[in-house]
C-alpha cells in the first residue's frame, strides 16, 4: 500500500517507511521541483521513495531472522 501512497505523495510515504529527516529535506525540494519543472521531477522522488521503501522492509525482515551484514 505505501508503493501506492509513493506514486502521489512521496515525501509522506517516505514519512511512513520511519525516515522523518528524509521526508522532510524530500517536502522541500520536492514542492518547488513541482512548481518549477511542471512536474517532470516526480518521477525522481517516486523511485526515492520506492527504494527506501524497499530498504526499510529488507531491515526489518534482517531484524526478524537476525542477518547480519
Do not use: C, D
Not at 501512497?5 to 529527516?21: E, H, M, Y
Amino acid at each position: 500500500m505505501n508503493y501506492v501512497l509513493a506514486l502521489f505523495l512521496p515525501p509522506l510515504s517516505i514519512l511512513l517507511t520511519g525516515r522523518p529527516f528524509v521526508a522532510i529535506i524530500t517536502f522541500l525540494i520536492w514542492i518547488p521541483a513541482i512548481i518549477f519543472s511542471g512536474g517532470l521531477t516526480h518521477p525522481m522522488f517516486i523511485v526515492l521513495a520506492w527504494i527506501l521503501i524497499y530498504q526499510g522492509g529488507e531491515e526489518s525482515r534482517a531484524r526478524k531472522y537476525g542477518y547480519r551484514n
